[in-house]
Nanobody, 116 residues
Framework: QVQLVESGGGLVQPGGSLRLSCAAS????????VRWYRQAPGKERELVAV????????SYADSVKGRFTISRDNAANTAYLQMNNLKPEDTAVYYC?????????WGQGTQVTVSS
């Protein structure tokens, strides 16, 4: 019943943009903080961005600061990650996470590949 479904990944050239979406269902999305993570092959999972339940406060990894923007539309039960000026090192599987205290919900991930 609980689902987080990422979409919007794909192949993009360096300097290009993508917008990832995370559609939630089966739980009260507006009560959860949302985090975007990414994991490249053979690398540790990296926290990319965080947004609070109300959407008022956000934070970013230094590696993406100024290029990525996390947002959410609670009425639509959806969170987003706008990615601009993409670099090859951004290539990874991107995962959406919704967290409330000890509850964690995860999406299946969406592949982002930045290559010319």
């Amino acid at each position: 019943q609980v689902q987080l479904v990422e979409s919007g990944g794909g192949l993009v050239q360096p300097g290009g943009s993508l917008r990832l979406s995370c559609a939630a269902s089966g739980f009260t999305f507006s009560r959860y903080h949302v985090r975007w993570y990414r994991q490249a092959p053979g690398k540790e999972r990296e926290l990319v961005a965080v947004i609070t339940s109300t959407g008022i406060s956000t934070s970013y990894a230094d590696s993406v600061k100024g290029r990525f923007t996390i947002s959410r539309d609670n009425a639509a039960n959806t969170a987003y990650l706008q990615m601009n000026n993409l670099k090859p090192e951004d290539t990874a599987v991107y995962y959406c996470n919704a967290n409330l205290l000890l509850y964690d919900h995860w999406g299946q991930g969406t592949q982002v590949t930045v290559s010319s």
